[in-house]
């Protein structure tokens, strides 16, 4: 895969700020990170994604990064993994890997 070809579509569409107030902390809106991603990979990769799985308590930390799981639908797996670029919870992709 090439990361860097897609990657800038895609932070585009993650500049959004997905954060939400939760429990005092501000935490990524896991949902709508889900969402931007799939449709995202599926618009400039031109695969068909059946899921995409974010951490549901991520807290927004400037540099922080975590993983999202993939599930494409011919059945094979990736990860996507995302930092954060700031407090307003703007994101980079970092790494994009499909399982075999």
């Known amino acids: 895969m090439n990361l860097w070809r897609f990657s800038g579509a895609l932070a585009l569409l993650l500049a959004l700020a997905f954060a939400a107030i939760g429990c005092g902390d501000t935490i990524i809106d896991s949902g709508k990170a889900e969402d931007t991603i799939q449709a995202s990979l599926e618009k400039s990769r031109h695969e068909k994604i059946a899921a995409v799985n974010c951490p549901t308590d991520q807290k927004v930390v400037a540099g922080a990064t975590f993983t ?33």
């Open 68 to 100: 999202c799981s993939l599930d494409y639908t011919d059945g094979k797996q990736g990860t996507i993994t995302l930092k954060i670029r700031n407090s307003e919870a703007d994101l980079d992709v970092v790494g994009l890997k499909q399982n075999k």
